[in-house]
């Protein structure tokens, strides 16, 4: 089977890692329940930030959020490793931008996640990364972002939300923990 993978905020912790780096470098201390409530994506109205202010400051920190100490989400390597193993084709595709495809899977690679060079689609938007993802032909997709999982409906397709507060309104299989795959995958087959 094809299995495909958005990275950031579906196999690794990268909004709570950059909510507690903006505490950080704002020196502000925001309660974490809040974060845990947010519904949209971005996360710098935590912060009373603009629009503007939050692309601002998201840039700024890129290098920090991505190449860093960001957790990896519990499960995510080991699971892709044993998807791999067991003969499963593996596909990362991220909306991170294009100039950090090399760095991100070098990152990749580092953490131990799987990755072939000829699988790794980077730095699309998310059309672009809808088209991809069609024209792979994918059994199974995995991404937190309602953008991208709204279109995602046709064909043989089985999309898995990784559970975010934010994309919790859609009423597509989730996940909240990747041991939760497996039986999930079981429950698919029958």
Same mark, same amino acid.
């Given at each position: ?9 579906? *196999? ?13 470098? *704002? ?6 329940? =809040?974060?845990h ?6 996360? /710098? ?10 692309? =601002? ?24 490793q ?5 003969? /499963? ?8 931008? $294009? ?11 580092q ?13 699309m ?5 809808? /088209? ?19 279109h995602?409906?046709? $064909? ?12 919790? =309104? *859609? ?12 039986? *999930?995958l ?5």
């Amino acid at each position: 089977m094809k299995f495909g993978f958005d990275i950031d905020d579906t *196999l690794i912790n990268l909004r709570e890692y950059a909510f507690g780096l903006y505490q950080e470098k *704002l020196g502000r201390k925001v309660d974490a329940s =809040h974060f845990h409530e947010l519904d949209r994506v971005e996360i /710098h109205t935590l912060f009373g930030m603009s629009d503007e202010e939050g692309h =601002h400051m998201w840039n700024s920190v890129l290098e920090e959020l991505y190449y860093t100490e960001c957790p990896i989400y519990p499960g995510a390597v080991e699971l892709l490793q044993k998807l791999e193993r067991q003969g /499963h084709e593996i596909y990362y595709l991220t909306a991170r931008p $294009g100039k950090h495809a090399e760095r991100t899977k070098t990152w990749m690679k580092q953490q131990g996640f799987p990755v072939a060079d000829s699988r790794f689609y980077c730095g699309m938007k998310d059309a672009e990364k809808v /088209h991809i993802i069609e024209e792979l032909e994918l059994d199974y997709y995995f991404d937190d972002k309602p953008a991208v999982v709204e279109h995602l409906t046709r $064909g043989s397709l089985t999309v898995v939300m990784k559970d975010q507060s934010y994309n919790r =309104h *859609l009423a597509h299989p989730r996940i909240a923990h990747w041991d939760e795959l497996e039986p *999930l995958l079981s429950k698919n087959r029958n």
